[in-house]
Structures are given as C-alpha cells and as structure tokens.
C-alpha cells in the first residue's frame, strides 16, 4: 500500500521542469542606465550562448552585443560616470584574479583595431576590486591591487581614457576597505586588527596620518558606508553599543555618533543613497522578506507608486543623473525577476523584461518562511519550500545548507529550491547561528562553533522537519556549497545516521589544510577566521577534531564531491584528500573536478553537468523523480 501511495503521489506532481531552464544562462539580467539616461545596457547571451554586455538606445530596438567575452560569460558589469563608457569584470577560469575592462560603447561598430575594450588591469596574478567612481570625476576610477604585495591591495587612480595608471594610497599592510569622499580622495579605511577585530581609519586631508575613529572588536563589526557631500560626517554601519547593525552618522568634528536607522534584531541591510548630494534616502532590514524605511520624504511617493506595481520584493537597480528614471527590479519566490523602467515625473512604470520567461507560464513552488527553536533554545529562521501538488506530508527532503558561513540564505526564487521541490523533494534552507543578517549575538553563537552547536542547528532542523510530519526521517539528504558543502561532509562523519547521503561542492574536509592555503589576500583576515573557527598555530589538536578528514571511518552514506580546479578559496586538494581518503577504505563517493571552474560552477555547460550528476545521484538514494542525462556540449567534468 505505501509503494502505490508513493506512485500516486509521483504522478500528481506537475512535469519535469529541464533543468536548462533552471541551470542554463538567463535570457537576459542585470539592466542598467546610463548616467545620461540614453542607454540600457544589460547582460545576455551570445549566438553561442556566452553571456555579454549588451546595448540598447532607449525608446529604440537597436539591441546588439558590445563584448566579446570567449568562454566565462560576463557576470558583472557598471557604468562609469562618463556615460560612453562601462566597466566589466573577469577572472580567469574562476581564479578569482579579476582585471577591470573598459568598454567605449560610442564606437562599438569601430573598425578592427580601434580599441574598443580595453584591459585597465593588465597584470598577471594580481586581483583588481573597484574603490569607487564619482560624477565630478568622470574620467577615473579607483582601484583596489595586490600589485606590489599580493597580501595587500593598495589604491590606484585609473584614467579611463588612456589607462593610465597612477599609485594613489598605500596599504600598510592590515586595510581591508576603502572609502573615497566627495571629492574623490581616499580619507577612510577599515584596518583589521590582531585581536580579530577592526579599526575605522580617518584621515584629514591625503597628505595626514591616518588616525583611528573607533576599534571593533573581534565580535563586534562595522565600517564606512559614504562620506557626506560635504565631507564633515562619515556614514558608518556598527553593531558596537547595540545587537544589531545600526546606521550611524559620525560627526568628524566632534567625534560624535547619531542614529540614522536601527532594529534591535536584524542588521541594517540596503542603503540607497542619492548619488549626487550623498542624501541617505532609504535603508532596508532583511527580516523574513526585506522591509524598507524611507528616510527621505522626496522618494516616499516614489516608493509607494513602484510597490503598486507588481507583488514580491523590489529594488532600486539603476539610475540616471538626473534621477529622473529609474530601473526596478522586482523579485518573488515562484518566478523569475521582472525589470521595469520608472518615471518619477509621472509615476508611472513601463515593463522591460524578465530574466527567464520560460518560467513566466510553469507552476513554481512558493518559499515560506519558518522558525524553529535549537536545542539550546536559540530561535533559528529558514525558508522551506515542498512541491506542488502533492501534500507536505512524510516526503524525501533535502537539507540546502549555505555558504560563507558568514551569509544568510533570502526569500525569493532559488533555482536550487525549484528544481529539488519539481522532482518531488521538500527543501528547508535554514539561517543556522553564525549566519548573518540575526544581530551579533546570533552570528557570535556560531564562533568556534563549527561542526559543534552550528551543526546542531541542521540536526534540530531535521527534527523539526520529522516531528512536523513534512519529512520522511529515511530520507533526507544534505547537500551545499562551500561551509554547505563542509557541513555536508559534518554531516555523513559526525551523524552518519541521520543523512540518507550527501552532495558536496567545493567544501573544506580538513580546517587546517582550509587555513593554511587560503589567498594571500586574506591574510589580514586571519586573526578574525582563528577568532571565529580557531587557530591554526596553537590549536591544531581542535581544529582537527572538528574536521571531516579525520572521521571519514564513521562514513555509512554514499557521498558526491563537485570541485572547481581553480578554486582559490577551498583548494582543490580539499576535495581530493578526502576522496582518496574514502576511495582507499572502500566507502561510497562519486567526485566531478571541473577544470575550468573556481568557487562554484560559472559556465551553463558544467552547472547543467554537475546537476544533471547529483539529480541521479539523489535519485538513487532518495527515491526522487530525475531527469535523465543528456549529452551536454562544452563541459569540462572529469569523473574521478
């Protein structure tokens, strides 16, 4: 009787959705204005399916292709302030060594060897990260490199015009960020400290000292969010004196602090600032779904008129000069993002495109948020989502655990989500403590905590899932990417009883290994990592206890590894240890190395790979409907 129940329910649930849909490149996203307001440039696939920057002449259909990326796909990309260029971003098969390229779009039909895409960052090995731009400087932009010590990066003046590159500030060695005035000079800084903590750097003019404004300390966090336009008060975010992250002005000549906007539990999340007078117009606290507090009553019809437009979450993605028109994105969980164009002169907002409009007509499966309460009495928040059409009731479950740690997992559309919930699976996400977003007692909870009470978290979420009758206890997997994917590897060591198997991607194995080859560049982060994990220098016996490596004999379930060769943050040899670990006592792993990939899978080709593999693999363990694999062109999987 319980087999043709389960049949039953199989065939109740709604078509496979393929996963090109959910796996495959968008149609077209991320559209933004030019300063002028003359442009829309968005991102979108080539004739051979690589993603580019695209343009096109407001009120007009002259829609064509301004990069010529080969392989990657561009994933990020902003207007500068001169309105005839854009800046994209790329890295080298996800090495993460991102150069800054301009594109001068005025001659984007130019004849062959007009420089038309330049490379502002021509250096090998060095990692770029834009500072800032302004719109009284529209000609430069500032930019962070580990040219001269790939510990550090200090500030460099880049003419868009000529790519000249000028040094402009040097790191001592500890900064992490930097802020530029009005004025565009660098005149503040967060600086880590030894005790794991930070400290706000201030200068008075580019030829002083730096001096310090105030010390977080290593459970306390902060930093500068603007410069007001008249350089006399600095926008800072802090959790010192109160839980949650407020946002504060600090008066530069008294010293003193105010608040700008607060909430006694969750941080303060998007700050929406006039980018001309530098006016604080809106701040967001994420708490189930984001909630934004205008502060700015010249927007405040603004905002009323654009919530009219269509349900789900929006954000304020683009905006000219003038503030005049503005680029809506609006988010839900059963569909994908739909971008609008909005006047504020006449309130009125006209529809562009959505992301993905093959899933405008399928019946998704709808986020809800949930709480449970941990074994220690902690409130943890997750979002749960079940399939459609058949009843949440006794089903195989995967347990989506997210990345960082330091991260929290959103409400709203998540491929993940979507494509586990269609082949018949409930899935909980779940905000365990040391998550982000909660306040700093919650993410504080979660310190030295890994593999310990942060795991506890996923252990009481099953629970909670069991004991609401929503999941079948024989059947739930857990599966993640990057801490997920370490917690994945908690899971199938630590409680090798609770998990029907687990699916690991670019996941740590061995937290000693995970901090002695992290990049150069996190070294000014290292005290915080032993502060919130544990030191590699003296504690080297604890580390290893909470370490997957060690305990791979207690391993019971079938494992599948994915792994980016490239991967700077979680080294390939973190996957492989542990694979020829397992292999050697003849325990029950399956492991794709994708040689082009880094920190997760960028190109469609190995997405739909890696997918199409854990589809099956959860599958057979889990009993879930799956999409049979097809021959998929251009991937680059080695099956170890």
């Avoid at 868009?160 to 000028?166: H, K, P, Q, R």
């Avoid at 899933?359 to 928040?381: F, K, N, R």
């Avoid at 325990?587 to 899978?601: I, K, M, N, R, S």
């Avoid at 190109?603 to 693999?617: D, I, K, M, Q, S």
Wanted: proline share 6%.
């Amino acid at each position: 009787m319980q087999t043709a129940s389960v049949e039953l329910e199989a065939n109740q649930l709604l078509p496979l959705i393929p996963r090109e849909i959910l796996f495959g490149n968008p149609e077209r996203t991320s559209p933004r204005l030019s300063p002028d307001g003359k442009y829309l440039a968005y991102i979108a696939p080539d004739e051979k399916n690589v993603l580019q920057v695209w343009l096109r002449t407001v009120g007009m259909e002259d829609d064509r292709t301004i990069t010529a990326d080969k392989k990657r796909g561009i994933r990020i990309f902003f207007w500068t302030y001169n309105a005839d260029r854009l800046i994209y971003m790329q890295d080298s098969d996800g090495d993460e060594n991102f150069h800054l390229f301009s594109v001068l779009i005025r001659h984007s039909q130019a004849e062959p060897g007009n420089e038309i895409v330049r490379d502002l960052t021509p250096f090998q090995s060095v990692k770029a990260q834009p500072v800032g731009l302004d719109p009284k400087f529209p000609d430069e932009v500032l930019v962070g490199m580990n040219l001269n010590n790939p510990q550090k990066f200090d500030v460099y003046r880049v003419n868009l015009n000529n790519g000249a590159v000028e040094f402009d500030t040097d790191n001592p060695g500890n900064i992490v960020s930097w802020t530029a005035d009005a004025n565009f000079q660098v005149r503040a800084a967060v600086a880590s400290t030894s005790d794991g903590g930070s400290d706000l750097l201030f200068r008075e003019t580019t030829d002083k000292e730096w001096e310090t404004l105030r010390h977080w300390g290593p459970d306390e966090e902060g930093g500068p969010v603007s410069f007001s336009a008249d350089g006399k008060t600095i926008y800072i975010e802090g959790n010192h004196d109160a839980n949650a992250q407020r946002l504060l002005a600090l008066d530069l000549s008294t010293r003193e602090e105010s608040v700008i906007a607060e909430d006694p539990q969750y941080d303060v999340g998007s700050v929406m600032i006039q980018p001309i007078t530098r006016v604080i117009q809106a701040v967001s606290f994420y708490k189930d779904k984001q909630e934004w507090n205008v502060l700015d009553r010249s927007i405040a019809e603004d905002f009323e008129a654009i919530a009219k437009v269509r349900p789900g979450e929006f954000a304020i993605s683009s905006r000219d000069l003038a503030d005049k028109n503005w680029l809506v994105a609006y988010l839900t969980d059963n569909g994908p993002v739909y971008y609008y164009a909005y006047n504020r002169d006449t309130k009125t907002s006209t529809f562009l495109f959505s992301n993905q409009p093959k899933l405008e007509g399928l019946q998704l499966a709808p986020m809800q948020p949930v709480s449970y309460e941990a074994q220690d009495g902690l409130t943890i928040h997750g979002y749960l989502t079940t399939p459609v059409g058949i009843p949440a009731q006794h089903l195989p479950t995967v347990l989506l655990v997210h990345g960082g740690p330091w991260a929290r997992d959103y409400w709203g559309y998540d491929s993940e989500a979507q494509w586990l919930a269609n082949r018949g699976y409930a899935v909980l996400q779940v905000n365990f403590r040391g998550s982000t977003g909660y306040g700093k007692a919650f993410l504080n909870a979660g310190n030295r905590e890994w593999a310990a009470k942060m795991h506890d978290d996923l252990i009481d979420a099953v629970n909670w899932l069991v004991e609401k009758g929503i999941s079948d206890r024989s059947k739930i997997a857990i599966m993640g990417g990057s801490y997920g994917g370490y917690a994945t590897l908690v899971g199938l060591t630590f409680t090798p009883d609770v998990f029907a198997c687990g699916v690991d991607i670019v996941g740590p194995s061995n937290l000693i290994t995970l901090l002695q080859t992290i990049p150069p560049y996190w070294e000014p982060l290292k005290a915080s990592m032993y502060h919130r994990i544990g030191n590699m220098e003296t504690e080297e016996e604890f580390l290893k206890s909470r370490s997957p490596l060690f305990f791979i004999d207690r391993i019971k379930k079938p494992l599948l590894i994915g792994q980016g060769a490239n991967d700077p943050r979680v080294k390939q040899s973190e996957s492989d240890q542990i694979v020829e670990a397992m292999q050697k006592a003849g325990l029950p792993v399956e492991y794709a190395l994708y040689t082009d990939e880094g920190h997760g899978f960028a190109r469609p080709e190995n997405r739909l790979h890696f997918f199409a593999v854990a589809e099956e693999f959860l599958s057979k363990y889990l009993g879930g409907r799956f999409e049979p694999m097809t021959d998929i062109q251009g991937h680059s999987a080695v099956i170890k």
